[in-house]
Every structure is written in C-alpha cells, then in structure tokens.
C-alpha cells in the first residue's frame, strides 16, 4: 500500500463539477492499493496516517500529527501510484490490486481513519476525479506498508 500525502492549506475532490469532499488545514492522501495488500497493510497506513509528523510544533519543528494539528485527511483513491515504472515508458498496472479488492481495502481505510478521528473526507473510488489543493510548505511524503 502506497500514500502519497501532501500537507495542505485546503484540498478538494469534485466528480462531474460536484464538490464530493474537502478539507481545509490538513493532509490530502493519494492512495494506491497493490495486490497483495490486506487489512493488516491498512491498520498500518491508518495509524502512519494519523501519527506521521509533518505539522509545525511552537518551534516550527515537524512535529505534530494531524490529530495535534486539529487538521483534516482527505483520501482520494489513486490506483496509478500502484504501477510499474521500471521498463519501457508506458506504466504497468500488473502490481495493482484487482478493483474489487482496492475498494474493499480503501474503504477499510477510510472507515478505520473516520472510527479515530473526527475530520475525514474522501473522493468517490473509481470514479474520474478532479483534485484541487493548496500544498502547505510544500511538504509531500511517499508512505509504504
């Protein structure tokens, strides 16, 4: 499991020209699920998810979780993050789990993240998504399980 996340000002995921979530102050995850991920991958996301410190402490150190930072997460499937770049110059989706799969263990994510903290949103799996976001710093990290 893979999450690209992205400290943010504010964030938002519309479908078809509707706002389907949105976040100001927080982190805007991109999310890729491989094929032999499971729910284990993703209790392991969820808690990097809510304690990677990435949020300015009264020093202006990182290190405060998004939890500390009263801020939001706004996690947007991205099946692409799943691909193989390694040959040739045209992606290979061989290591990305099959669609039904990456559903099951994104929303197992999302609900897992929602069941411990108050501020989540998401965009809508599957679906052509435009994202819009304002990255804070910019801070951007690559996180793996």
């Known amino acids: 499991m893979k999450a690209l996340i992205q400290r943010v000002s504010r964030a ?8 389907v979530g949105g976040i100001d102050t927080g982190l805007l995850v991109l999310l890729g699920v491989e094929k032999n991920d499971d729910e284990g991958n ?18 202006g150190r990182m290190n ?10 706004l996690v947007v499937s991205q099946f692409t993050l799943a691909a193989d770049t390694d ?6 989706f061989s290591s990305a789990a099959e669609p039904k799969r990456a559903r099951q263990l ?6 897992a993240l929602a069941a411990r903290h108050a501020l989540v949103a998401c965009g809508r799996f599957g679906a ?18």
């Open 106 to 111: 994104y929303q197992w994510l999302v609900d």
């Open 42 to 59: 993703a209790a392991k996301m969820a808690d990097k998810l809510l304690a990677y410190r990435v949020f300015a402490d009264d020093q």
């Open 128 to 145: 052509d998504m435009q994202v819009q976001l304002v990255n804070d710093g910019p801070v951007t990290f690559l996180l793996t399980t």
């Open 12 to 19: 938002q995921v519309s479908v078809a020209g509707d706002i």
């Open 64 to 73: 405060r979780n998004v939890v500390e930072a009263g801020g939001g997460l």
């Open 87 to 92: 040959k040739g110059l045209r992606p290979s």
